[in-house]
């Protein structure tokens, strides 16, 4: 049947909802469009690649020397082959490049990655882990869509820092056996190769790996620090290159390069491991999203240009690891140990990543025999260079002198990094982290007793610290009689800080021992939080009292405690009838309560 509008127009019901959920739906698919558009590269990314082409170009070379080695040695230590780390290399690192969060990010295969990856090849081979890669990618990109990348600043600083630290000793030490000559064994704990590779020299003297990987390191620490423009690090690659050909030392070097890339392909895809998978690819994304968002927070800190954007970071990988089992490449992340020598060369946009993978991609085809003389050692006094770089002493120093909790923090999370593995040490960190937010939350909130005059509340009362009396309120002695405090009957307390599931065996003990007859007021005007649990305890409290002759009355509660006091606490009577817009109203409403008793007894 017709209706009418306000107006006085006839609608007719079906007819009208129509176009109302078209707009809705249009509405919709506008904001995930929006949504979208927001993750893309923008003509900012494009502006900041025309400031300093020179310096990002030269930044980008020294990073592709510095990642061909290792994308080969992470490929092979995954189970895939050194040409799949090397297609992971190129194919992530573009499009890291170009659609990440970081401007300075650089992607590829790592280490921590490779954990993940062993038990998989074992189980379903070398397609199991492209499958699992491509569905990690979509997770990351569904992830970057609902704006999951924003928690990634819950992470404490002292972690970071930590992180930071222990990833900068995990670099170091993986780069132990190189700079002593030695062949690495990529599966077994970086602490325990380096101390193998040491016992190992010391039985057999080899000092020409150790004084190249020494020497070139000393070159980029001081070179960039004095004369930051220079490309340091390609510089000192070239002539430990040149060096190592012109005297027989004895230096193991890179090797051949397996010529070009895989063909683009889809064998991997088999829907009928989806679900077996399902656990691997979570994993996969879990590490990529901590690995990208944890490098991005440590090169903000490093002083990046500008602030990476945490879910851009996560489309930027989700796309990448999509991509990348199409060239038969490993799952990929932002490197913080790339990255750093990004940073550390004076790259200043997205062209050095970009340009580091193209000279990869260009290597792979066409130039491997340029690059299979350089001496390991070399890169590993690369390496040890971008490792010392990474650690910022001054914010070290800084949260030494100012927090022994945050110390502990750092070292803790450092020691997990290097003794665990990286997914382990930023989630005890962070436990820790948040087990001391809530104590030191918990020590914030208070409950003092104020004095009740005739004209309504006055101020705390000024002798007490936090308004109790071996754990029992001043107002009422532990056997419920008055102490002074409160006149007639009535007894006025503030309750200030925030009050949550740590502090709420505070109000219990402080009013276990009340008996009345009397009425209590709890003003909360100083509530700054409240949550599920305290709003349910004050509603017991407020019961357990009752059943004892005590009436308790609420003032100066926020519309949103109130609703979460009214809704979760199962007191009886309706909190509703017990709570005041201010402690006056409350101190009126008390005295007519305490009126209507004195009349009712005589």
Known sequence: MPGRTPSGSSFEGPAYGAPQTGIAVGRRLG??????????????????????????????????????????????????GARAGLATAVVAGALAAIFGGGALQVSGPTGAMTVVLIPVVH??????????????????????????????RCVPAAVVEGFAVGVAVVIALQQVPAALGQATRRHDKVWREAVRAVTDHIHELRPAP??????????????????????????????????????????HRIGAVPAGL????????????LAAL???ALAIAVLAALEGLLSAAVVDAMGGNRPSDPDRELFGQGLSNLAVPLFGGVPATATLARTAVNVRCGATSRLAALTHAIVLAVIAFAAG????????????????????????VASLASILRTSRIDTLIVAFTCTVTVA???????????????????????RGSRIEAVPCTADGAGTPRPDTADGMTGGVPRGMAADGATDGVAAGGISLYRLDGPWFFATTHRLLASFAHLTGPGVIILNMAGVSALDLTAARVIGEVITFLRAR???????????????????????RPSLVDLIHSDPDAAISHARSLLAGADRHLS
């Not at 070159?219 to 060096?243: C, E």
């Not at 340029?370 to 010392?388: H, K, Q, S, T, Y």
Request: aromatic content about 4%; hydrophobic content about 60%.
């Open 31 to 80: 904001g995930r469009l929006s949504r979208l558009g927001e993750l893309l590269p923008g003509r900012a990314d494009l502006a900041a690649m025309r400031c300093h082409p020179r310096r990002d170009v030269l930044a980008g070379l020294s990073v592709a020397v510095v990642a061909l080695p290792l994308a080969l040695a992470y490929g092979a230590a995954s189970g895939l």
């Open 123 to 152: 189980r379903f081979g070398p397609g199991g882990v492209m499958l699992a890669g491509a569905m990690a990618g979509v997770v990351l990109i569904v992830a970057a869509l609902v704006r999951l990348g924003r928690f990634a």
């Open 210 to 251: 150790l004084l190249m990987a020494a020497a070139v390191a000393a070159v980029v620490m001081t070179g960039n620090r004095w004369l930051p423009r220079v490309p340091f690090p390609l510089v000192a690659i070239v002539m430990a290159t040149v060096i190592a050909e012109a005297f027989p030392l004895g230096l």
């Open 262 to 273: 895989p063909a683009p392909s889809l064998d991997f895809m088999h829907p009928d491991l």
């Open 278 to 280: 399902l656990p691997s």
């Open 369 to 392: 025999g340029l690059v299979a003389d350089i001496p390991r050692a070399a890169l590993a006094g690369l390496m040890f260079g971008a490792a010392v770089r990474m650690i910022k």
């Open 420 to 442: 665990v593995n990286l997914i382990a040490a930023v989630a005890a960190g962070v436990v820790i982290a948040t087990l001391v937010t809530i104590a030191t939350l918990a």
């Open 549 to 571: 002759g005590v009436t308790v009355l609420l003032a100066g509660v926020r519309p949103d405690h109130q609703r979460l006091l009214v809704n979760a606490a199962d007191a």
